[in-house]
């Protein structure tokens, strides 16, 4: 298992865990954010910070403070 | 038969009553076009009591039987209350606030492309118990990458309609408005919600849903869901105790939590966020058997515009080149309608003057009301041209990967990157730039901007700048390509820009430590094509906040300041300048330049500082009138001679310095001398307190920086 902010462009993986606080947990499982979810890395903004994700047929882009506590197995 | 009669509902119905109904959604899933689709442009915009959430309703047009009321609520993703946004519209759903009509149906969008992250909130709003029209917007969207859904199913398992809606071509439209009807006639009743839970389950639950019969006005039905919330996430709970009204409710409901928890761990069920596990357990079955998936490419248009409009180096070029364009239009281009309102406001001072008699009367005509009516009209073509823009990025679904683009840059002053464009706008006019906070969800990153925004130099000070540089700094060339007189000017801008940086940063840690801080999880939609419709109403939208809300206190205070101007009534004789020196404002410039002084500033400049709270730019005219400058304008010579001229009586020296100049341009560059900008911050935070600190802490900080630059200046023996 490694931190999803640890992912390249274009890696797949599915999601273990979800950290954070009370609300960012909440604000990411609503989303549709849950262990067993697979998701895809699509890229990084110019200076590196937020990320852009592909899951559930949609993008949806997170901090890498927020990534950073999503544990996920490369698949 | 009696039309009030309350056993007969369907009577109910049918009389003059208006029925009220809700419109829900994801943001992006095209709700707002349903809403305008369904009421056509009847409808009103206003605020939650006490709250910034915008409010909107209109009647829906087309339904004779019915007098039906739609109220579009905040665009959300869950019922959790994490924001103020999902806190009113679940407050609204489950009808807590006395003030608020009862919600009779609910109309839930839905966009069909991303169905599965949809469902979420559509189950929820099912399980309230309500009677629910899903409407599944973007069909085409759904079909064009390849998705068929089996929507007779959906609405099967749902146990509500379903219509399919393409609401940018308003097809599906008038189905969905005779469903409203035929549901709202005959509502089905529905004993179950989606969420299929279990008897061991629902009997964990029991000490919660006890609890909410017994406090809480929910419906029976909506009981369960509401259980399940509370055990999941702390959110849920913490809102139902704000709403507590007793100590012993809110030690029943803390209590009543641990006990639920506690029968879930012991079976080892875990408790945190369990509503969203369940939930989507129950949604990826659904989906499964309502949506036909077809291997396709993924959108190729998509793709290829992603790739160029997020690039790492041509990313940012284009949002530069995008930021030039708004700001060359909302600074320039509008300059040609502005001055066009301005002729006509003076042409038709000219020609009322001519009609009524001289006196009181046309004076609080010409130079009160009509005045005043002009500084409202005169900030439309900025607000339009912004807004323009705004609602275009918005639509295509780029001012989201402007955010994207930006944050980690904004992120190192406390702010998140949609914060650019307000800031950016007001350096044109802080009107619009306040007015275009709202695409900033976060109300704490909301609210900073609006603070901050007034500090960037906008178009209304360059009149100031341009005439005491004019006068008082010599044109010495500066290391060959510069002047000194450029130097200065952008000596201002980056005074406002830095101290706005502190402001924010300051902002942060003294006073918004309590509210919560952004989370920044933004949806990236779909790119789409504009709607041309859409983007033409936004901007009325706008324009009629802004003149109804922002301009009636403009006026007002235009009143009140003509008022100080005019009076006590002088004799006509008088020079102009003689007159304002008499009137209640000169006699507060008088009485205020004991404080002022120290600053550098005369009686004089004092009027001036009271007046140009209309505008920062009738500084300039206040001048010209004191010193009788026929048509003063910045570039006056007669004017700019007549300050060069002017003498101290006390030392017999130069009154106006190059220091006094220096220092009045940093007090405009800090100090909030706009009515526009306080009505406009008032209308927008929807208090009176935030337009109060504004004015406080930026006069405050003006004063300060004023007396900085004029006694530091004396000390180092500068002027």
Redesign the interface.
Known sequence: MIPLDQLNPGDKAIIRS?GGT???????????L?PG?PVEFV?R??????I?LRV????????CA?AHRILVDKT | MSLSSPEDAHTSLLSDAWIDIALIGNPNTGKTSIFNALTGLRHKIGNYPGVTVERKSGMISGSDRLRIRLHDLPGLYSLNPKSLDERIAKEALIGVSPDQPPIRLVVVVADASNLSRNLYLVTQVIDLGLPVVAALNMMDDARASGLHIDTKTLSARLNVPVVPVIASRAEGIDHLRKTICAVLENPLPREEGTLRIDEALKNDLKPLTGWLSEYTSLAPSAQTAEALRIASSDLAGDAWMQGAHTAACKNDLQTQTREVRARLEERHIAWRMLEATLRYRQIDELYAATVHETPMEVQRLHVRLDRVLTHRIAGPAIVLLVFALIFQTIFSWAEAPMTVIETGVGDLNHHVARLIPEGTLQSLTTDGVITGVGAVVVFLPQILFLFFFLALLEDTGYLARIAFLMDRLMRSIGLSGRAVIPLLSSFACAIPGVMATRTISNWRDRLITIMIAPLMSCSARLPVYILMIGTFIPDTPVLGVFSLPGLTLLAMYLIGMSIAVLAALVLNRLFMRNMPSDTFIIELPPYRRPSLKWILLQMYERAKVFVSDAGRIIVAISIVLWFLASYPRPTSEDPPGERIAQSYAGQVGHAIEPIIAPLGFDWKLGIGLITSFAAREVMVSTLATIYNVEDGNEESVDLRTALRNEINPATGAPQYTPLVAVSLMVFFVLACQCMATVAIVGRETNSWRWPVVMIVYMTGLAYLGSLVVFQGGRMIGWG
């Not at chain 1, 009370?22 to 549709?32: D, Y």
């Not at chain 1, 903004?45 to 937020?50: F, H, I, T, V």
């Not at chain 1, 559930?56 to 901090?63: C, G, K, P």
């Open positions: 979800i009370t609300a960012e947990e909440a604000h990411l499982m609503e989303m549709g849950l979810t890229k903004a110019p200076l590196g910070d937020p852009e559930r047929r949609y993008h949806l882009s997170i901090r927020e």
